[in-house]
């Protein structure tokens, strides 16, 4: 499985950015597509997913609002709309995929089987 993120960069306070997850057709149509996020001295948590075939979506409370995961089937590849950005999203952002098409847990980075190299997001004041 690969997954290939892209769109990563620095913004300062109020900016946005979009990340991409690029995958197979395979991996996207049998697969929970998430967003998680690492920050230095602290675990992965997770930040968006998306079940594809349904468009069933949930988010972490601390992006409510602000960030948005959206999918582009003809492109097999999962977005992350992140908008009004504070120095607190800084992180390196993982793109993941879990198999066994169950939802609960969707937000716990341990539960996932596949990882994307990652991209870095810096927010700056």
């Known amino acids: 499985v690969q997954l290939t993120e892209s769109g990563g960069g620095s913004v300062h306070t109020g900016g946005s950015l979009r990340l991409s997850c690029a995958t197979s057709e395979y991996t996207y149509s049998r697969h929970l597509m998430g967003w998680f996020r690492q920050a230095p001295g602290k675990e992965r948590e997770g930040v968006a997913v998306?079940?594809?075939?349904?468009?069933?979506?949930d988010y972490a409370d601390s992006v409510k609002g602000r960030f948005t995961i959206s999918q582009d089937n003809a492109k097999t590849t999962v977005y992350l709309q992140m908008n009004s950005l504070k120095p607190e999203d800084t992180a390196m952002y993982y793109c993941?995929?879990?198999?066994?098409?169950?939802?609960?847990?969707?937000?716990?980075?341990?539960?996932?089987?596949?990882w994307g190299q990652g991209t870095q997001v810096t927010v700056s004041s």
């Open positions: 993941a995929a879990r198999a066994g098409g169950y939802w609960y847990d969707s937000l716990v980075a341990s539960t996932y089987n596949y």
């Open positions: 998306i079940w594809t075939g349904t468009g069933t979506t």
